[in-house]
């Protein structure tokens, strides 16, 4: 991948992204949207969202190459299971994808880096469905 003025871009997706500054956005901006949604919020039982801010901020940070602090403090991510005692059905999947999708819009991230993210981020809240029951 090259630079604007044809340098090569070095380092892994964390750090072409603009490291921990571009992960904490995303984690902030999603959960301004989450806090305002009917479904999704009940989810997280703390009334403060800030610590789901960091696990998520931490988690995508590692799985892109950044720092590994989330599996210091938390171990294996085990994401289906820390995730199965809530009831994920499709219309969730969509509201979580649409919380997420202001977040990476709001990143103004390169053609290519948008659609990794987003790739995965699509597979990931698809692979959380844990029922298809309203």
Request: a negative charge.
């Amino acid at each position: 991948m090259r630079k604007p003025g044809g340098d090569f871009a070095e380092g892994n997706f964390f750090e072409q992204v603009g490291g921990s500054e571009t992960f904490d956005k995303l984690a902030t901006v999603f959960y301004q949207q989450v806090a305002e949604d009917e479904v999704l919020r009940p989810m997280y039982p703390e009334e403060d969202l800030e610590p789901a801010k960091e696990r998520l901020r931490m988690f995508l940070e590692q799985y892109w190459g950044g720092p590994t602090t989330y599996q210091q403090l938390r171990g294996h991510p085990r994401l289906r299971m820390r995730h199965s005692p809530f009831q994920i059905n499709p219309d969730a999947r969509e509201r979580w994808l649409r919380c997420m999708r202001v977040a990476v819009d709001s990143l103004a991230l390169s053609p290519l880096a948008e659609a990794q993210l987003w790739g995965y981020l699509d597979r990931a809240a698809t692979a959380m469905l844990n029922t298809f029951d309203d």
